[in-house]
Structure formats: C-alpha cells, structure tokens
C-alpha cells in the first residue's frame, strides 16, 4: 500500500528558531508534493506544490524565504520553517501524489512554538 | 474558484445506525472529488475519490460515496457506524490545472458514534 511518513511528529521550538521535516513516500512514486498547513481552527491552507526537477510553487503568503523545500527524488522532500512564531503553529501535512492522481497523507509534523 | 461546502458541522449517530456526511461543490471543469477522514491529532487519511464513470464509489471500511453531477454533490455514506468511525471527516475537491495535487477542503464535519 501507499504510505508517507512524516517526521518528527512534533516539535516544541523557541520563538525565532527553525524547524525541519521531512516527508517519505513508502510503496509508490510520488509525482508531486503538496506541503499543506492545518491551522488550530482546522482549516487547510497550501504552502507549495513541488515536483521533481521543476520549480517549486508557493502559494500568496508563502515564500520559499520563510518555508524553503527541497525535493531531491521521487521518494522525499522536506520542508524548514525559518525564525518561526505563534502564527507558524499548526500540523504541516505532507501531501504526495501516486500516478493514480491519489494525494496520499503523512500523519503531520506538528509545530509548537513558545 | 472551487469552493467545497460540508453543511454538518457535527454529526452524532448511534452505533450500527447508518450515516450520510454531506460533501457540495462549486466548479464546472474538470475535478477529482475526495473524501479524507482525521482522526483527533493524527494526518490525514484517504477514504477514497471520483473522477468520471460509476458514480457510486466504494472506498476503505464500509464508506462509499455517490457523485451527483445535477445536485453538485459529492455525500458520503456508511450503512453501518462503529465507534471507530469517530473522526473529522473532509471532502476535497482538485482540478486539472494543478494537476489535481490542490485540494480544496471544506470546513469538515466532526462524526461522533455513541457506543
């Protein structure tokens, strides 16, 4: 079956530092991945869409300043939120695409800033 | 613009009673409709989709959902709930142009099955 591993779960950071996660295609190619922010009232917002040897697409509000990505083959990708505060929390969802057309979720990589 | 309407914010059934979640949308080309279910803390996971021919779909664990082009309805069904069933569930609608890898939720309807 199709699985994405998302690590770490979570993460407690001070104001100001920076987070890294990572985000695995297990059992599949993933032709493209979606980087996805759930807020705490639970809404998605998309940060970038990023396929293997193409330019990666932020989203308005989203910069690759703030959120660089890096989406070396077909099987991985992480994603760092830089000088993160209060409003970067939330569940940052690794979203990858199977040939099918399927987008296939991680568990998230929850962000807890202090 | 797509827009993806889930009118139920909370749905409360008894155990082995049946359950409609109500998934509407707004966009006249080309799009893959999904249902997501999350449950409390975890990711998201994948129920199942449609994009063209039979639109009744089946998916994992008893869920199917039936596409109804005139109504622009997308509902999801299970003849019979269990406890476990208890989650959030999202419909997400995407479309060609970004190669279906942009979803568009709706606002979620939080399914609570009473033992």
């Known amino acids: 079956g199709a699985l994405v591993y998302q690590y770490p779960r979570r993460t407690i950071c001070k104001s100001g530092t920076s987070m890294r996660m990572e985000c695995q295609a297990v059992g599949f190619q993933a032709t493209s991945v979606a980087w996805y922010r759930q807020s705490p009232q639970k809404t998605f917002e998309l940060i970038a869409l990023?396929?293997?040897?193409?330019?990666?697409?932020?989203e308005q509000n989203f910069t690759q300043e703030k959120f660089p990505i890096s989406h070396p083959n077909l099987s991985f990708s992480s994603m760092t939120v830089l000088n993160a505060y209060l409003e970067d929390r939330g569940l940052y969802l690794c979203g990858a695409r199977s040939s099918g057309n399927t987008l296939y979720f991680g568990e998230g990589s929850r962000l807890i800033v202090v | 613009t797509q827009t993806v309407s889930q009118s139920d914010a909370h749905v409360t059934v008894f155990e082995g009673d049946s359950v409609e979640l109500r998934c509407n949308y707004s966009y006249g080309g080309s799009i893959y409709l999904s249902w997501y279910i999350q449950h409390h803390g975890r990711g998201l996971q994948f129920l199942l989709k449609?994009?063209?021919?039979?639109?009744v779909v089946q998916g994992v664990n008893g869920f199917k959902a039936e596409f109804s082009k005139s109504d622009s309805s997308f509902h999801l069904r299970k003849a019979s709930v269990h406890w476990s069933d208890s989650a959030v569930y999202f419909c997400a609608v995407s479309v060609a142009s970004s190669s279906f890898s942009k979803l568009v939720f709706g606002q979620g309807t939080s399914l609570s099955v009473v033992p």
């Open positions: 449609y994009y063209s021919g039979n639109p």
């Open positions: 990023s396929t293997v040897n193409s330019a990666i697409k932020y």
